[in-house]
């Protein structure tokens, strides 16, 4: 007889079973299950003793050094209740009910952190303010027919800019532009605006519609009455830039068409950066 032939022999051999006893199963589950109960009512019971022992130490640390042989009334005492299912050691475990009303819903919500005074919070920065008067408070704009020699309405070349916003001939709803020289805009239009510069002031006044210089020169004139205007102008690149009589600080730019007519006009000081 070979080795496996022998050991199927030893396993059929009913001396070396192991008997099952009947109910094997629940007993062991029975088992288990009173372990568990006997874990969870220790755990409860030894948490409500912990919270007896604080209240009572606290108790008694809150009457050393006080001064006082008063009694503490018994409303101040923590009275701690186990519910009755809580330290039972017999019986199932409680089943949990579907009921989720006790049960607050978790939230969602993130509470802003709070503002400590000195912190480096970024704040929104307030708009640039540029000193100009309300359109309720601003003086009427000027309605000067004549561009010349020193400036127009109350705006004068080389003026700073504070004093140049301050004489409410700008549309500040316009906003400002340009840099290095800021650019205005005169109120009534859209298309004509004036350059500051910080070093020099007002450096450039545009020509309103209508608006010519005293000798009467302006949009819509032509070159040759320009020309004959101020005979010591020069051209370049249909620009015709005369020097201002009575003023030597000054230029007249006319800005002209192929068809040799004047659509624009500028009032600038001779040297500025803009």
């Known amino acids: 007889m070979n080795l496996e032939d022998e050991l199927d022999r030893l396993f059929q051999d009913e001396r070396v079973d192991v008997p099952v006893r009947p109910g094997a199963e629940l007993l062991i589950v029975a088992g288990a299950r009173r372990r568990r109960q006997r874990r969870q009512a220790a755990t409860v019971v030894g948490g409500a003793m912990a919270v ?13 050094g006080g001064g006082t042989d008063d009694t503490l009334p018994a409303t101040n005492l923590p009275l701690t209740t186990l519910p009755s299912s809580a330290v039972s050691v017999s019986g199932p475990p409680p089943v949990p009910t579907a009921d989720s009303s006790s049960v607050p819903p978790p939230s969602s919500a993130v509470s802003a952190p709070a503002t400590v005074p000195g912190s480096n919070v970024a704040t929104r920065s307030a708009p640039r303010t540029t000193g100009a008067a309300t359109s309720s408070q601003q003086r009427p704009a000027s309605t000067d027919k004549t561009l010349g020699p020193t400036g127009w309405g109350r705006l004068v070349l080389g003026m700073s800019e504070s004093a140049a916003v301050a ?95 004047v659509f624009s006009l500028d009032l600038e000081l001779a040297t500025h950066n803009c």
């Open 52 to 64: 007896a022992v604080v209240a009572v130490a606290g108790i008694a640390l809150g009457g050393v």
């Open 167 to 261: 004489t409410d001939e700008f549309d500040m709803s316009e906003g400002v532009s340009g840099s290095p020289c800021h650019r205005y805009w005169l109120r009534g239009t859209n298309d004509a605006p004036v350059d500051i510069s910080p070093t020099y002031g007002v450096a450039r006044i545009p020509a309103k519609t209508g608006v010519t210089t005293p000798e009467g020169l302006g949009a819509g004139s032509t070159d040759a009455e320009v020309m004959a205007a101020y005979p010591n102008a020069t051209t370049a690149d249909y620009t015709i830039t005369a020097p201002v009589p009575g003023n030597p600080k000054a230029v007249y730019v006319f800005h002209t068409s192929p068809a040799q007519k």
